[in-house]
């Protein structure tokens, strides 16, 4: 009888941790840099939706820097997502003793 209850759990926490899974799917994050000349927009799976650049960085003089502004609003995106997920997902690590799950 506990096996079965298991089990249910189980598939209960499965299907909880594809709901959640999903929302972040749909869920975006935005990192900055230089100022908020360029931005970056990352799902809480950690995939770029979008780049904004600000007309006043794109100057073919600054390409390095542009490159570098980019690279920093990926970094700040893609450290926001991993937050959120960590966040939605840290939930279903606790209490079950699963060391390394999140």
Do not use: C, W, Y
Request: charged residues 30%.
């Amino acid at each position: 009888m506990k096996m079965d209850h298991i089990l249910k759990q189980a598939k209960k926490l499965q299907a909880e941790m594809a709901r959640v899974q999903e929302e972040l799917a749909n869920e975006v994050v935005e990192g900055s840099a230089g100022g908020g000349l360029v931005k970056v927009k990352a799902n809480g799976q950690g995939d770029i939706v979008g780049i904004d650049i600000d007309v006043e960085v794109i100057d073919p003089e600054e390409k390095e820097m542009l490159e570098d502004l980019i690279l920093a609003a990926i970094s700040d995106a893609l450290t926001k997502s991993r937050e959120l997920a960590q966040k939605r997902m840290g939930a279903f690590s606790k209490g079950f003793g699963l060391p390394g799950l999140m």
